[in-house]
């Protein structure tokens, strides 16, 4: 007779197919995330996780990668100065249902965000990875790579926040990029 403790449960555990391309493909990020160099934050955020703000800086410019990323530049000892630019351009694939996550890799100072959509029961992925050069200090770089598995080519909407001269947030530019069927793309910015 075994312990009652040792039964395997009845019940079945259901797991979201964009969980697991999600977790896959911050499977590469394990290491540093053991180590306390890295943070994660899921969109939506998952139970019982901090969430944190995922920023690049290099002490003369910066930007929060989420949302309105609008640049902050030095002004006397700190990042305290708005400058009316949102150079983060974010990525879409309209009617997909997706999930994503912001990495913040402490050490090196970069953001990396996976999105995860599902075709079907495929797994497209779109990782971005953004960072502010050290040496060169007025130097913002945004990096995308996107992996289609299906036999389907997607499209790609681009974001890019407009604004008016008085500062104000207006509308988000759409540009759109046909991606061809299995191959991976790159583009930096």
């Known amino acids: 007779m075994w312990p009652q403790w040792l039964h395997w449960p009845n019940t079945r555990l259901t797991v979201d197919s964009m969980d697991l391309c999600l977790d896959s493909k911050l499977e ?4 540093a995330i053991e180590e306390y160099n890295a943070v994660v934050s899921h969109e939506p955020v998952r139970e019982n996780e901090k969430t ?15 949302g309105e990323s609008q640049l902050f530049l030095k ?7 708005p400058v009316n630019y949102y ?9 997909l249902p997706h999930k994503s996550a912001h990495l913040t890799d402490i050490k090196s100072g970069l953001v ?12 497209i992925s779109v990782a971005s990875q953004y960072y502010v050069h050290r040496r060169h200090s007025s130097v913002l770089i945004q990096e995308f790579r996107v992996h289609n598995p299906t036999e389907l080519p997607v499209t790609l909407w ?6 008016s001269q008085t500062g104000k947030a207006l509308s988000a530019k759409q540009e759109k990029h046909q991606q061809d069927v299995t191959q991976s793309w790159i583009t930096r910015r």
């Open 28 to 31: 590469h990020f394990r290491k």
């Open 52 to 66: 944190h703000l995922p920023f690049i800086g290099n002490g003369y410019i910066g930007s929060v990668v989420n």
């Open 75 to 81: 002004y006397g000892r700190s990042l305290s100065q």
């Open 87 to 95: 150079p983060i351009i974010h990525v879409h694939m309209e009617g």
């Open 112 to 123: 990396n965000k996976i999105q995860c959509f599902m075709l079907d029961s495929l797994c």
């Open 158 to 163: 681009n974001f890019v926040i407009l604004v």
